[in-house]
């Protein structure tokens, strides 16, 4: 009888010691969160940094449209005379083997095109000459000439999306300003889009870098 009061009870000791254990555990979880969450909220306050992020605005700019072609004459105020694409295009057929300005017999015949195989009127609304349509036959304004230019340059699109490509003025951060980015037709001829070739020289010879150099 005295041996069994004098025995230690291993199911209800395990018992007290896995409670201690998930307290401790606990109580370090929620010590060490608070640091945590402090030193944050202090680097905060002594980077000044803002509670709620404010994005400001990215702006494309856009191109003036649909566009206007001169005629060559001057009304009487010796000014310009222009007409739309839809004065002379609604009185002809059009004709989808136009490729380049040589086919054009009426107008247009100096005009300088390279742009893969694409004729006219791959772009060209033939319906309204006073717009431009996707490949499914989808009326675009001028003024969102980027809609088409990313239906086939989906690769300089992303790019662009992400910074890489086009240029543009204000902040990286949209945090601090905003942007103003440049549209593809302020860079790239819509009619011979590549750039020239250009071969590459050496710098200029300067008295001065030579100087440097010695």
């Given at each position: 009888?005295?041996?069994?009061?004098?025995?230690?009870?291993?199911?209800?000791?395990?018992?007290?010691?896995?409670?201690?254990?998930?307290?401790?555990?606990?109580?370090s979880?929620f010590?060490t969160?608070?640091?945590?969450?402090?030193?944050?909220?202090?680097?905060?306050?002594?980077?000044?940094?803002?509670?709620?992020?404010?994005?400001?605005?990215?702006?494309?700019?856009?191109?003036?449209?649909?566009?206007?072609?001169l005629?060559?004459l001057?009304?009487?105020?010796?000014?310009?005379?222009t007409?739309?694409?839809?004065?002379?295009?609604?009185?002809?057929?059009?004709n989808?083997?136009?490729?380049?300005?040589s086919?054009?017999?009426?107008?247009?015949?100096?005009?300088s095109i390279?742009?893969?195989?694409?004729?006219?009127?791959?772009?060209?609304?033939?319906?309204?000459?006073?717009?431009l349509?996707?490949?499914?036959?989808?009326?675009?304004?001028?003024?969102?000439?980027?809609?088409?230019?990313?239906?086939c340059?989906s690769?300089?699109?992303?790019?662009?999306?992400h910074?890489?490509?086009?240029?543009m003025?204000?902040?990286?951060?949209?945090?601090?300003?905003?942007?103003?980015?440049?549209?593809?037709v302020?860079?790239?001829?819509p009619?011979?889009?590549?750039?020239p070739?250009?071969?590459?020289?050496?710098k200029?010879?300067d008295?001065?870098?030579?100087?440097?150099?010695q």
């Open positions: 009888m005295a041996a069994h009061q004098g025995s230690v009870n291993i199911p209800v000791l395990l018992v007290l010691v896995a409670t201690g254990l998930v307290a401790a555990i606990g109580f979880y010590f969160s608070s640091v945590i969450e402090t030193e944050i909220s202090s680097l905060t306050k002594t980077a000044n940094l803002p509670t709620t992020e404010k994005k400001f605005s990215v702006d494309i700019r856009k191109p003036i449209g649909p566009p206007r072609v005629t060559g001057d009304d009487v105020h010796g000014s310009a005379v007409v739309s694409c839809s004065t002379c295009h609604a009185t002809r057929e059009p989808p083997a136009n490729k380049v300005g086919d054009l017999n009426e107008f247009h015949g100096s005009l390279s742009h893969g195989s694409l004729s006219c009127l791959s772009c060209h609304n033939s319906n309204d000459y006073d717009a349509k996707l490949a499914d036959g989808s009326r675009v304004e001028f003024t969102n000439v980027m809609t088409l230019c990313a239906q340059h690769r300089q699109m992303q790019d662009f999306e910074g890489v490509h086009g240029g003025n204000g902040y990286w951060d949209l945090n601090r300003g905003a942007q103003t980015k440049n549209n593809c302020d860079c790239h001829q009619h011979a889009p590549q750039f070739k250009m071969v590459p020289t050496f200029p010879r008295r001065f870098l030579e100087k440097a150099d």
